[in-house]
């Protein structure tokens, strides 16, 4: 393999690893701070609290829409 492509994996497979602040530490492979998992967590939170509200907001919209053109036939 080309070293550029080496290079990349690299990036791909450390990033998390750097994001979580595990990079430097090989003794802690496998258990994460209490903080970072925390955070993780709240994150995952946020986003799936997000994702429901988007869902619930798009579902009574469309039910508003059908009702309306139901309930109030427009006639010209």
């Keep these: 393999r ?18 979580l602040g595990k990079a430097g530490d090989p ?10 998992s925390v955070m993780l967590g709240l994150g995952l939170a946020t986003v799936l609290s997000l994702t429901l509200a988007t869902l ?10 059908a009702s309306r053109s139901v309930i109030c ?4």
């Design 56 to 65: 619930v907001l798009v579902l009574a919209r469309r039910r508003r829409a």
């Design 27 to 36: 003794g802690a492979e496998g258990s994460t701070s209490p903080h970072a």
């Design 2 to 19: 080309n070293r550029r492509h080496v290079t990349e994996e690299a990036e791909i497979t450390v990033g998390p690893l750097i994001f």
């Design 73 to 76: 036939p427009v006639s010209v």
